[in-house]
Nanobody, 117 residues
Framework: QVQLVESGGGLVQPGGSLRLSCAAS????????MGWYRQAPGKQRELVAA?????STNYADSVKGRFTISRDKNTVYLQMNSLKPEDTAVYYC?????????????WGQGTQVTVSS
């Protein structure tokens, strides 16, 4: 069974940095895409950044120039710099796998990021 385990969240002051990690296990196959979503209280879950197996990346406009997604096999990272209070949310790792048997989408349990002075 595929599991995504996130780490690296926490409390940081505005302007600070955090690095999130997400390690996937339980499959011998690679993922077509891995990424990060976030959900703030009272808001819908939104895409933050994603990276395909081929190296293409996609970022939300609100984080371009501040966040960087990277990937090493089945581990994905999110380097977050110049953090703002509006970045406060639960961040979820996401992985998509397309196999002959179908398309599978997996989610991590979420890690809290709080940006506050």
């Amino acid at each position: 069974q595929v599991q995504l385990v996130e780490s690296g969240g926490g409390l940081v002051q505005p302007g600070g940095s955090l690095r999130l990690s997400c390690a996937a296990s339980g499959t011998p196959f690679s993922f077509n895409a891995m990424g990060w979503y976030r959900q703030a209280p009272g808001k819908q879950r939104e895409l933050v950044a994603a990276r395909t197996a081929g190296g293409s990346t996609n970022y939300a406009d609100s984080v371009k120039g501040r966040f960087t997604i990277s990937r090493d096999k089945n581990t994905v990272y999110l380097q977050m710099n110049s953090l703002k209070p509006e970045d406060t949310a639960v961040y979820y790792c996401n992985a998509v796998q397309s196999l002959l048997s179908g398309r599978y989408v997996y989610w991590g349990q979420g890690t809290q990021v709080t940006v506050s002075s």
